[in-house]
Nanobody, 122 residues
Framework: QVQLVESGGGLVQAGGSLRLSCAAS????????MGWFRQAPGKEREFVAG????????YYADSVEGRFTLSRDNAVNTGYLQMNSLKPEDTAVYYC???????????????WGQGTQVTVSS
């Protein structure tokens, strides 16, 4: 069983940066792929980024490619989503999730954090 806790959200102006963290409990975290999703009011949850258990491969949504960077440190059971050049359309609740295999669909993930709010003002 893996429990996930996100942190690092907040209010930032357009063009600014935030770094989200996802702290995991459980000794098997290093075996899981990790994904980040976001959900804006009135919209479905959408894939943002994913990383394999080894950290060797990362995947991004087209909308964040080149602006967001996903990494993980299995030694401290934590994943990081660095978000640069933020835009108002990035405003959403951001969730981290864990699954055996990295995927772009929310249904593929078994474990979820509670989410952290990111608000980007124009």
């Amino acid at each position: 069983q893996v429990q996930l806790v996100e942190s690092g959200g907040g209010l930032v102006q357009a063009g600014g940066s935030l770094r989200l963290s996802c702290a995991a409990s459980g000794r098997t975290f290093s075996r899981y792929a990790m994904g980040w999703f976001r959900q804006a009011p009135g919209k479905e949850r959408e894939f943002v980024a994913g990383i394999r258990w080894s950290g060797g491969s990362t995947y991004y949504a087209d909308s964040v490619e080149g602006r967001f960077t996903l990494s993980r440190d299995n030694a401290v059971n934590t994943g990081y989503l660095q978000m640069n050049s933020l835009k108002p359309e990035d405003t959403a609740v951001y969730y981290c999730a864990a699954a055996w295999v990295v995927a772009r669909t929310a249904i593929s993930y078994d474990h979820w954090g509670q989410g952290t709010q990111v608000t980007v003002s124009s």
